[in-house]
């Protein structure tokens, strides 16, 4: 009797279901979007390794809610053209289950109001542009990693907790949108937080340019106390091995926000005291889990399969697999226990909380993920063949991000020097 | 094999319901068409044997201008678009024409290299203005008045750029068969008699020159639309080559051809890119050296040989001409 | 501009234009025999750099001398340029030498393409880096400014090198003054018994090792990574195209005053720094064609 109650029940629920949710597919496909062609393949392989590592790990456990995940990659190498007809392609024709779009943020542009249009849930899951949902909003768009306003906002932060004295700086950034944007931000919250700093040099050298000789010779001539570069990549190895090289790096601090992704290709080469970050608490010797089993297991494997240490990209992968595992999971759970439809997963990633490698991550009520941003300076430690971060500050994502509905030029410009007394944790490297 | 003939008609048909039955395929073959409409341009002038590296700047300066009209006019017009287009690329064709029409062969294709090149690093450099390497968005325009949904302006557009498409082959090859099409084949064969016989070999140039420049632009405003974004990429060397590329797997100098010849490449790389990610490039460059060493008259060489073989009556040999 | 500003942008102007020189003297030269403009000539530059990082990498993880950095790029760069200029010459070129202008370049244009994909699934997509020559040389001072002596003394040193080399190759030995012949008069040459096809041979695997040298004597000083190429071969383009087509003098001078006017613009309009190179190219190319050092071709009939 007791038996057949339970079935009636499971049953009536079933038939509940049936009506809310969607039947439970053989298998959850997601899209991404990655550059595994040109300069900037240098994050997209990485993520693209990681992922296959992480898929794996995550379907020997049974996947997301028992359904296995599998990916396709689309290479934003090949052109905006091809990005956004794969993009349809995968979702239209394929019928896949959510995209991850993109690296580049001038992709992430095109693709939120395609995503919107389409109706399939987007997790943007690299690009930094903060721009996004600042001027616009969206239903199916998310971003489950930090913008540029806190990541430039925190370097800001530890440069003048920990170098306050300095008066006058340089940038050298690449010229696009990214080279362009980031110091709008550091230079609109610098003139707040220490005005009268003399700006001597504001240089945007070709995006790949393989040679700064010309900009090293102005800046050694220049002398500024700091010098900020926010590139990456080739461009990023090539200034910071040619400043080494000119003795440029022992004249001016030098501040490189995204130095964290070049640090194991510079090696040894790399000179101490440099202010390094890694766009959020990302970084393979992560002073809170380094000692955590699940952590060092993916961060072992990763070595073993790619004789690297993981990158940032690395870490946003993860926390947008993640992301998506959560979302699934909040949505089932809301269902009570049935397999969510896509829009009832939509609605579950608003409020989410999840952890991919680093810290936990919040997403906020504009679809913004609040995240917190880790920066130090770099040393040496013989046990590696590259430089490592000292005095790590982890800043607490909620205080240094725009708050959701306001403009991040107009927010920074309310800053005062209140936010300098931000509570911060530091950490010492661990020999 | 009297169907053979009707091959050429059977595409066109495939081609235009095809986006009924695989809705996504929509957008790559209206890049594909805007693709022909600058290849068609590049055709214009290889008429004459002259070889322009540098027509992806018309394509990319259309492309801004539709950029531009629809940041300052939002809401503004498909037509108003193209036809800004049209007078943007065509009015700047007049003006680098001038110079480059001067100038025969290599020097010919290096000049115009070169102002593309210019045209290229000022749009990635003045980042004010036009928003630098990262590009400028392009707003929905309206249609016709009407303001549509993405899926219904897309449709909207591919028969658009289908219907220009067509527009352009014929007028093209009217242009081609007229006696001002003709003055431009004796460029290629003999200049000096053209100018014996009182003809301006430079202003009959010109005229392609900026026929084919507008032809260019075109394309440069429909891309531009379609994909919702513009960037310095859409004038780089690279795109440039891609139209000259085309040019000959189409087969060279053929008006069809031109169009032909960006379909297959369009599937060629589009497939190519989704299915073998790391070797796309090679692929196509595979493509390129086997049509060049193997079937240099391109697609349209092709189906003649094609059509040659099956028997039909004489003086249909050239049904596409 | 005050002369401390002039002159050391005169010596980052010198030491760009060295490297450019390189790269541009064997797209000249096998332009001015083989009426071919190269597009594969990038992908020799970037071959060249990434394989000279790989070996110079080498020997530092095999913790030989590391002073025979400076022959290993110079092997590295003869034996990568020998190899792809023979392959490509032999297999692809030589079936196309009949063919129309477009064609030919479009096959250079094709293998340019191949080999872009060869090099990822080569090295990968990390940059290549190999520093140990530039450390290995220090640093000179020019008033209180630190400059590498790899880049202001051995570069310029090796492009002159490589000029003057080239002048008396072309000039006192036999098969120079061949390949001169073939360059000046194609038609008499060939009548006269001379061999067109080994001289384009020869010819295109001189070009290929001198790119493939650029690459290589760049790789110390800068990544090589993904796309280099591309960049590499416009900017060449424009030197040879201002310079004339063909010739190597030339090309020295154009590297030159184009290095030096990309320096100053640094210096006083940074803004303008990439577009230097093609104004240069537009505004030669508009009063004299046929580049600042060419003579004018006579119509041949």
């Known amino acids: 009797m007791n038996g057949l109650l339970k079935l009636s029940i499971a049953m009536a629920l079933a038939l509940y279901a049936e009506a809310a949710a969607a039947d439970k597919p053989d298998t959850l496909t997601i899209g991404i979007t990655g550059f595994l062609s040109g300069p900037a393949s240098v994050f997209g392989e990485p993520a693209k390794a990681a992922s296959e590592i992480l898929l794996d790990d995550l379907n020997r456990e049974g996947g997301i809610g028992g359904v296995p995940v599998t990916a396709v990659w689309v290479d934003e190498g090949a052109g905006g053209e091809h990005v956004l007809s794969e993009y349809r392609r995968l979702v239209q024709d394929v019928g896949v289950d959510a995209m991850f779009a993109s690296i580049s943020s001038g992709n992430c542009k095109k693709v939120a109001p395609l995503a919107e249009d389409l109706q399939v849930l987007n997790i943007m899951w690299d690009c930094g542009t903060q721009k996004i949902f600042e001027e616009n909003s969206y239903r199916y768009v998310f971003r489950t990693q930090a913008n540029a306003t806190p990541e430039m906002l925190s370097t800001l932060l530890y440069l003048l907790k920990t170098k306050p004295e300095f008066e006058s700086i340089a940038v050298v950034n690449q010229d696009y949108a990214w080279g362009r944007d980031s110091w709008h931000i550091f230079s609109t919250a610098l003139k707040q937080l220490k005005p009268g700093v003399r700006v001597v040099a504001e240089l945007f050298p070709k995006f790949?340019?393989?040679?700064?000789?010309?900009?090293?010779?102005?800046?050694?001539?220049?002398r500024p106390d700091v010098i900020l570069s926010t590139a990456w990549g080739g461009d990023l190895d090539n200034f910071v091995r040619q400043s080494v090289q000119r003795g440029l790096t022992e004249r001016s601090t030098f501040v490189l926000p995204l130095m964290e992704s070049s640090l194991q290709r510079i090696g040894p080469d790399?000179?101490?005291?440099?202010?390094?970050?890694?766009?959020?608490?990302?970084?393979?010797?992560?002073?809170?889990?380094?000692?955590?089993?699940?952590?060092?297991?993916?961060?072992?494997?990763?070595?073993?399969?790619?004789?690297?240490?993981?990158?940032?990209?690395?870490?946003?992968?993860?926390?947008?697999?993640?992301?998506?595992?959560?979302?699934?999971?909040?949505?089932?759970?809301?269902?009570?226990?049935?397999?969510?439809?896509?829009?009832?997963?939509?609605?579950?990633?608003?409020?989410?909380?999840?952890?991919?490698?680093?810290?936990?991550?919040?997403?906020?009520?504009?679809?913004?993920?609040?995240?917190?941003?880790?920066?130090?300076?770099?040393?040496?430690?013989?046990?590696?063949?590259?430089?490592?971060?000292?005095?790590?500050?982890?800043?607490?994502?909620?205080?240094?991000?725009?708050p959701a509905g306001m403009e991040s030029t107009a927010w920074l410009k309310t800053l005062s020097d209140s936010i300098l007394d931000l509570p911060v944790q530091t950490y010492r490297h661990a020999e | 094999m009297r169907l053979v003939r009707y091959l050429p008609a059977v595409l066109v048909l495939v081609v235009a319901v095809l986006p009924l039955a695989v809705p996504w395929l929509k957008i790559v073959l209206t890049v594909a068409l805007a693709k022909g409409l600058a290849v068609l341009g590049v055709v214009v002038l290889l008429r004459a044997g002259q070889v322009s590296f540098g027509h992806a700047m018309f394509f990319a300066a259309s492309a801004y201008s539709a950029a531009f009209l629809m940041q300052g006019f939002a809401g503004a017009d498909l037509a108003v678009l193209l036809l800004a287009g049209m007078v943007c690329s065509g009015t700047m064709g007049a003006v680098i024409g001038l110079f480059v029409v001067r100038y025969r062969y290599i020097f010919f294709g290096m000049l115009n290299l070169a102002f593309s090149m210019v045209l290229y690093a000022l749009l990635e450099k003045m980042f004010h203005i036009t928003g630098g390497s990262d590009g400028m968005a392009v707003g929905r325009p309206t249609y016709l008045g009407l303001e549509l949904a993405r899926t219904s302006f897309e449709t909207a557009l591919f028969y658009t750029s289908l219907g220009?498409?067509?527009?352009?082959?014929?007028?093209?090859?009217?242009?081609?068969?007229s006696p001002l099409g003709e003055a431009l084949s004796a460029i290629r064969t003999n200049e000096t008699r053209l100018e014996y016989l009182g003809i301006s070999a430079r202003w009959i140039l010109l005229i392609a020159y900026v026929l084919s420049a507008v032809l260019a632009g075109l394309g440069g405003s429909i891309i531009a639309v379609n994909q919702g974004v513009v960037t310095p990429d859409l004038g780089y060397w690279i795109r440039s080559g891609e139209f000259v590329f085309i040019a000959i797997l189409g087969g060279a100098g053929h008006v069809l051809g031109a169009f032909a010849g960006a379909l297959v490449y369009e599937l060629v790389r589009f497939y190519a890119a989704a299915m073998a990610a790391d070797v796309w490039q090679m692929i196509l460059g595979f493509v390129l050296l086997g049509i060049i060493l193997f079937a240099s008259r391109g697609i349209v060489g092709l189906y003649r040989d094609l059509a040659a073989i099956a028997p039909g009556p004489r003086g249909h040999r050239e049904p596409l001409r | 501009m005050d002369p401390i500003l002039l002159l050391l942008a005169t010596l980052d102007g010198i030491a760009y234009a060295a490297l450019v020189f390189l790269v541009a003297v064997g797209l000249t030269l096998i332009f001015g025999v083989m009426r071919i403009l190269n597009v594969a000539h990038g992908a020799f530059y970037a071959i060249g750099g990434y394989a000279a990082a790989s070996l110079v990498l080498a020997i530092s993880d095999a913790d030989f001398s590391p002073w025979l950095s400076f022959p290993a790029l110079l092997v590295a760069a003869a034996g990568v340029g020998a190899a792809l200029g023979l392959v490509i010459e032999r297999f692809l070129l030589r079936h196309i030498y009949a063919k129309e202008e477009v064609l030919q370049l479009l096959v250079t244009f094709a293998a340019f393409m191949i080999l872009e994909d060869v090099q990822r699934l080569v090295w990968g997509v990390q940059p290549y880096s190999a520093t140990d020559p530039v450390r290995l040389l220090g640093t000179v001072d020019v008033m209180g400014i630190p400059y590498n002596a790899y880049q202001i003394i051995l570069l310029p040193v090796i492009a002159v090198m490589v000029l003057l080399g080239l002048r008396w190759f072309l000039r006192r030995t036999l098969s120079g003054k061949v390949i001169t012949a073939v360059t000046e008069d194609r038609e008499t040459a060939i009548a006269?018994?001379?061999?067109?096809?080994?001289v384009f041979t020869v010819t295109f695997v001189i070009g290929a090792v001198l790119a493939a040298l650029g690459g290589a004597l760049a790789s110390p000083t800068t990544a090589i990574q993904l796309g280099l190429g591309a960049e590499m071969?416009?900017?060449?383009?424009?030197?040879?195209?201002?310079?004339?087509?063909?010739?190597?003098?030339?090309?020295?001078?154009?590297?030159?005053?184009?290095?030096?006017?990309?320096?100053?613009?640094?210096?006083?309009?940074?803004?303008?720094?990439?577009?230097?190179?093609?104004?240069?190219?537009?505004?030669?190319?508009?009063?004299?064609?046929?580049?600042?050092?060419?003579?004018?071709?006579?119509?041949?009939?």
């Not at chain 1, 790949?208 to 220049?222: C, H, K, M, Y």
């Not at chain 3, 240069?280 to 060419?294: D, E, H, K, S, W």
Request: aromatic share 10%; hydrophobic share 50%.
């Open chain 3, 233 to 301: 071969i416009v900017l060449s383009f424009a030197v040879v195209a201002t310079a004339g087509l063909g010739q190597v003098e030339g090309a020295a001078l154009t590297a030159l005053l184009i290095g030096l006017g990309r320096s100053f613009a640094v210096y006083l309009v940074p803004e303008l720094d990439v577009l230097i190179p093609y104004m240069i190219m537009v505004l030669v190319l508009l009063f004299r064609p046929q580049g600042l050092f060419a003579v004018a071709e006579k119509r041949r009939i």
């Open chain 2, 164 to 177: 220009l498409a067509g527009a352009a082959c014929w007028f093209v090859h009217r242009f081609l068969r």
């Open chain 1, 208 to 222: 790949g340019a393989p040679d700064f000789s010309t900009e090293i010779s102005r800046l050694l001539a220049l």
């Open chain 1, 270 to 402: 790399m000179p101490e005291g440099v202010i390094v970050g890694g766009r959020g608490d990302h970084y393979f010797l992560h002073p809170e889990f380094r000692q955590d089993p699940d952590f060092q297991a993916f961060i072992e494997r990763y070595k073993a399969e790619t004789g690297e240490y993981p990158i940032y990209p690395v870490f946003h992968i993860a926390q947008a697999l993640s992301a998506l595992k959560g979302a699934y999971e909040k949505a089932i759970a809301a269902n009570d226990g049935a397999w969510p439809g896509k829009e009832q997963v939509v609605e579950a990633m608003e409020g989410l909380e999840f952890r991919g490698l680093g810290r936990t991550v919040h997403i906020r009520e504009d679809h913004q993920g609040v995240e917190d941003q880790m920066i130090g300076v770099t040393r040496h430690d013989p046990a590696y063949d590259f430089a490592v971060m000292d005095h790590m500050m982890i800043f607490p994502g909620s205080a240094i991000t725009t």
């Open chain 3, 192 to 198: 006269m018994g001379i061999d067109a096809r080994k």
